[in-house]
């Protein structure tokens, strides 16, 4: 593209000489298949504790060391950003990402497994980063709703099919193929990418402050294994070695928080809260991970428990409102373009509120239709919220900070993650055992059972509280503008 076609076009959907579809379909791919793996390996876990005789919480490792490398690596992306070309970012990434599958494929033993894994996580980690960045930059805000519908799809539908694709190829062709099968649209993506994809943005190289990578490394990598770790421990957060490495966490990101604000070029442009609607966007993320995590994990759960259903048919209950999550993401993003936040999010919080309240009231007697409707509710109203509150909040952001916008969103995705499983099922177990000890007889079937739904009714009291919360900021949401159209518009007015 040349130079005045750069300066007629502010952005490169705008321009007739350049076709987006493809650069879309690059990124697209490559993401489909890296979020995929996340959920993908879940099933398998109870086949590798037999395969390599090894114990639940090593095994557990493949999901807590995968969100704790994302955690460590999420944060430096937009110095990656920064620093690299998309194509040199990009096809580095399914570099990383097809490696991390080949190693894990022909892994002889847990411990290389492992290693694999890992590998994985470091491309997938990177990969949204640079998606949602090259999206800002390429579309314009008016169309951003439609096009990041368009990725909530393949972010959430891959989840979504992950446990029901991976039982299947588990069962009849073995937990290798889980990585097999990957191999060969990883490498198609990175070769589609190196046809069609182009650069995005400028390559600026700031200068890398050591000292802000090591406080993120530390803060955020200890408060992800620190909450996991929570989770996994009968003591939960009274053992000492999950206290000590969530206090180390948190005096690690406020020592990384604080030297951000002193420096010219920070690492992680912290100012990004400073645009309300972004904030605004970062709290409603938040709330709506908390409460899917509320439901993907409690859930399952409670229908193997008091229901007594198999694991086959708990996942086949949540498999509707998961797709149609997944399905009606782009027609909310077309929405959110059309009619703007508040048409979409003030009924959408409503409901997902009364939504979990009615969870909060399950009991062993409830029929598996209402907890089915149920969540099919919750997901189409986080269908509604989520991508739309993300991407109303970068919306607001001046260009130069659209990667710093992204890598805050992308790192609490995982930290929120971690906080939000050991959470809920620290307040279920506690609950549970509150009520078996207060019982006359908590041996009984009955009575196990019983507390079981104690638990799970505190759980979905303490999400509806916080669902509450959103309807009340779902109220204060406003269409936002890019602040450089805003301070243009203040100084031709005056």
Do not use: C
């Not at 005045?4 to 076709?19: M, Q």
């Not at 519908?149 to 009849?172: R, T």
């Amino acid at each position: 593209m040349d130079e005045t076609s750069t300066k007629k076009y502010e952005y490169l959907a705008e321009d007739p000489n350049v076709k987006t579809l493809p650069i879309m379909l690059s990124l697209i791919i490559g993401a489909f298949f890296a979020v995929l793996n996340e959920t993908l390996l879940n099933i398998a876990l109870t086949t590798l504790m037999k395969e390599f005789d090894i114990t639940l919480p090593t095994v557990q490792w493949m999901a807590t060391g995968f969100m704790l490398v994302m955690g460590i690596v999420i944060p430096i992306s937009a110095l990656f950003v920064q620093w690299f070309t998309t194509r040199q970012l990009f096809l580095s990434v399914m570099l990383i990402f097809t490696i991390g599958t080949t190693i894990s494929a022909m892994a002889p033993n847990f411990t290389i497994l492992l290693v694999g894994r890992l590998t994985q996580a470091v491309g997938t980690g990177l990969l949204m980063p640079i998606i949602f960045n090259v999206f800002l930059l390429i579309y314009p805000p008016h169309k951003r709703g439609k096009i990041m519908g368009i990725v909530g799809l393949v972010i959430m539908f891959a989840p979504a099919i992950g446990p029901s694709l991976s039982g299947v190829i588990v069962e009849y062709l073995g937990w290798r193929y889980l990585f097999i099968t990957v191999i060969p649209f990883a490498l198609f993506s990175i070769a589609f990418a190196y046809k069609y994809l182009i650069n995005v943005g400028e390559v600026t190289k700031p200068k890398i402050d050591f000292p802000s990578v090591l406080f993120s490394s530390i803060g955020f990598g200890a408060v992800i294994y620190g909450f996991s770790s929570a989770g996994e421990s009968e003591n939960g957060f009274l053992t000492p070695i999950v206290l000590l490495t969530i206090l180390v966490g948190i005096i690690s990101l406020v020592l990384f928080s604080l030297r951000q604000f002193k420096l010219d070029a920070p690492m992680m442009d912290l100012r990004v809260f400073k645009y309300p609607m972004y904030t605004h966007g970062v709290l409603m993320f938040l709330i709506i991970i908390m409460a899917m995590f509320a439901s993907e994990l409690i859930l399952p759960i409670f229908m193997q428990g008091p229901l007594a259903l198999s694991a086959a048919t708990a996942g086949l209950v949540l498999l509707p409102g998961s797709i149609l999550n997944g399905a009606m993401s782009p027609v909310m993003g077309h929405m959110f373009d059309k009619f703007g936040p508040r048409v979409l999010m003030i009924p959408a919080t409503i409901v997902l509120a009364t939504t979990i309240f009615m969870m909060s009231r399950l009991t062993a007697t409830t029929p598996v239709w209402f907890i089915v409707i149920g969540y099919i509710l919750l997901m189409l109203s986080v269908s509604a919220i989520m991508m739309p509150a993300e991407t109303n909040g970068l919306n607001q952001l001046p260009k130069k900070l659209y990667p710093h916008g992204t890598a805050v969103m992308t790192t609490l995705q995982p930290v929120a993650g971690a906080i939000g499983v050991s959470i809920f099922i620290s307040i279920m177990n506690a609950r549970q055992l509150h009520f078996l000890n207060n019982a006359s007889n908590p041996e009984d079937p009955t009575t196990i059972s019983d507390a079981m739904v104690a638990g799970v009714e505190l759980v979905y009291f303490i999400a509806f509280i916080i669902a509450v919360i959103a309807v009340i900021l779902a109220f204060r949401v406003y269409r936002a503008t890019p602040m450089e159209e805003e301070e243009s518009h203040a100084t031709e007015t005056e």
